[in-house]
């Protein structure tokens, strides 16, 4: 796979995310707009488990380490031939490093 530089904000591309996958897609909130006091209601309700991908913690707890640790491994995207790119690995990152950053 050829590795380069790619910029999601020039190009039309597409999530794969689900109910079980996207705490937005389950809730209709993405829980990067959420006060700290929401995080903590949604979680004690839910008994959330912070790696668990859907969770509430889920992209806080990657928005913060994003932050102070940037990327540590590369997205990958692949081109469609409708023009669309897909993320085969990585959307979970890159939709968190583009909504907050």
Do not use: W
Not at 56 to 82: R, T
């Amino acid at each position: 796979m050829k590795e380069e530089s790619f910029d999601p904000t020039q190009h039309k591309f597409c999530y794969n995310l689900t109910k079980d996958t996207c705490f937005q897609v389950k809730t209709g909130i993405c829980s990067l707009n959420l006060t700290e006091a929401e995080i903590h209601k949604y979680s004690s309700a839910e008994n959330d488990e912070t790696s668990v991908r859907g969770s509430v913690n889920y992209c806080v707890n990657l928005f913060s380490d994003l932050k102070q640790n940037g990327f540590k491994k590369p997205i990958q995207v692949a081109s469609n031939p409708c023009g669309h790119y897909s993320f085969t690995d990585g959307q979970h990152r890159t939709c968190s490093r583009f909504r907050r950053f």
